[in-house]
């Protein structure tokens, strides 16, 4: 494995199609850099040399198996690390989430993993299933990385997804419950040197894996969705540059230079989170409405069973609006335009 990984960086193949011969181990490289392998899947990065300046980042993609080109930007910076054609500046932990579900294409395979992040993986009847098992070892490798950087270090964690439908706005991020923290200058620009020009801030907790960072190990964290679901090799990279040149930088240069005026940013707020509670739960819009698209006061979003769910003012938009999740999740979350009022400078 070792000879294969250092002329090919194949990690990613390895622990999809051979994950029995992916052991925890580490690495020296020849350009000094040092790799720790802790699963399948998971494999951290670390340069000669750490100081107080230095960035520990968390990069966690294929959380749903069908989200393929963060994974394949991923995959590929992997690659360049391990055959010393990218050299880290920083410490970085990339993070493959769910390979069964990479395997048969699907977002998950019996459960799904980004609803299973602080502690919800061990809640109920416990760690059952195979998303279970992996959030908890997706949150332990993370837990053991970021206690490496020390109290003072910058956390950064990135959950790198695509949406399943299309939008209105292509490329958009979550900014998790900060629970009255200020928002992060710093962090938005970066989200815009990516190519994310839409931030939806979460105004409650969740059991997503960025809130679960931004919670528990005080990481910048975002949710970051970069566009539409498609099989793998079926992506046009080029709509993905921006992001994946950004986080190359990110990982590679010490210091990146970021365009701090935010005013061309969209910011929505949540409005209102609708939950599924029956099984004849409909939405009373097109399948393939996309996100963010505005309604009018009054129009009816959706029913079940003894409820009926309507936009509560105009302009109010649905994101992640999905009939077929399970009796007690999120069906739809609708957005309405909002400020940054709460910003560091």
Do not use: W
């Amino acid at each position: 494995m070792r000879t294969r990984l250092l002329a090919h960086g194949d990690f990613l193949n390895l622990s999809r199609f051979s994950s029995d011969i992916v052991e925890p181990q580490t690495l020296q490289l020849e350009n000094g850099v040092r790799v720790h392998i802790n699963a399948p899947g998971i494999v951290a990065f670390f340069p000669q040399t750490l100081n107080a300046d230095s960035k520990y980042i968390v990069l966690s993609s294929g959380v749903h198996g069908n989200e393929t080109a963060p994974i394949e930007i991923c995959d590929d910076m992997v690659k360049r690390l391990f055959t010393g054609s990218l050299v880290p500046a920083h410490a970085v932990l990339f993070q493959f989430g769910n390979l069964d579900a990479m395997a048969i294409a699907k977002r998950f395979t019996a459960e799904n993993m980004n609803r299973l992040f602080c502690g919800a993986h061990s809640a109920g009847e416990g760690r059952v299933n195979d998303e279970r098992i992996r959030a908890k070892q997706l949150e332990d490798t993370m837990a053991a990385f970021f206690a490496d950087a020390g109290d003072n270090a910058e956390k950064l964690h990135y959950d790198l997804h695509t949406a399943i439908r299309e939008s209105k706005n292509e490329k958009f991020a979550v900014y998790p419950f900060l629970h009255g923290k200020p928002y992060s200058r710093e962090q938005l620009s970066f989200m815009k040197a990516c190519g994310v020009k839409t931030i939806l801030l979460s105004e409650s907790p969740t059991t997503t894996y960025s809130y679960h960072s931004s919670l528990n190990h005080g990481a910048h964290s975002f949710t970051v969705e970069l566009g539409k679901v498609q099989p793998f090799g079926q992506n046009d990279m080029a709509r993905f540059e921006e992001a994946r040149d950004a986080l190359i930088s990110l990982v590679c240069e010490q210091q990146i230079s970021l365009n701090d005026d935010l005013s061309d940013m969209e910011i929505y707020r949540v409005n209102q989170v609708i939950n599924k509670q029956a099984d004849d739960f409909v939405l009373h819009f097109a399948d393939d409405t996309p996100n963010f698209m505005d309604f009018a006061e009054g129009d009816k979003l959706a029913s079940e069973t003894g409820a009926e769910y309507f936009a509560e003012q105009d302009g109010e938009a649905v994101v992640f609006p999905n009939a077929n999740v399970a009796i007690g999740q999120r069906a739809i979350l609708t957005v309405v335009p909002a400020s940054l009022e709460y910003i560091n400078v």
